[in-house]
């Protein structure tokens, strides 16, 4: 049973700072989802990531998907308020459904 | 806007009672799928419908049901409510029945239960 795991589930950071939220799932996988939700808002697609070794950028956000280690991470860089939100990473699973992290809640403090 | 649309944005109920709550698809996608999100909790997938047949079933109360109609539109029924009930309840769609590509999420449809 594919699990998925984000850390860390909060982050307070100051803006102009550079952090990064990883994402672990347990069992192959090669393909991978972020989405963004603002608060009591809907979710939006960030990136879709396809392939071992897929980078993509968006802005001041940067993902990329290891499948060897499991490991996804979204990289932020010199972070602004309107980056605050919560991020959700998706696994594709076995069965083609989607496994979500629990979310990691991004707080920028100016 | 992601082209889901789900109706009522809002709806404030009593215990014990049964509510619809509707989603129509983005234009194209065959594939519908219910999430519960509790408050500042995670997702929590429920049900999914592929052209009007059931494909995937996760945590779905049996107090729960849904359904997808010839038009790709589906309803999420929702009868004796609890105020455990109460949630952020979202749709989403794709175009595949197994998820090789994103989802589309609707605005959600906010229910409380008093």
Known sequence: ?110 | DSGVTQTPKHLITATGQRVTLRCSPRSGDLSVYWYQQSLDQGLQFLIQYYNGEERAKGNILERFSAQQFPDLHSELNLSSLELGDSALYFCASSFGGGNTGELFFGEGSRLTVL
């Not at chain 1, 594919?2 to 909060?10: C, D, G, M, R, Y």
């Not at chain 1, 499948?67 to 083609?96: E, M, P, Q």
């Open chain 1, 1 to 110: 049973e594919l699990k998925v795991e984000q850390n860390p589930l909060f982050l307070s950071m100051q803006e102009g700072k550079n952090y990064t939220i990883y994402c672990n799932y347990s069992t192959t996988s090669d393909r991978l989802y972020w989405y963004r939700q603002d608060p009591g808002k809907s979710l939006e697609s960030l990136f879709v990531l396809l392939s071992n070794g897929a980078v993509k950028q968006e802005g001041r956000l940067m993902a990329s998907l290891d499948t060897k280690a499991r490991l996804s991470t979204l990289h932020i860089t010199a972070a602004v308020h309107d980056l605050s939100a919560t991020y959700f990473c998706a696994v594709g699973d076995s069965n083609y459904q989607l496994i979500w992290g629990a979310g990691t809640k991004l707080i920028i403090k100016p």
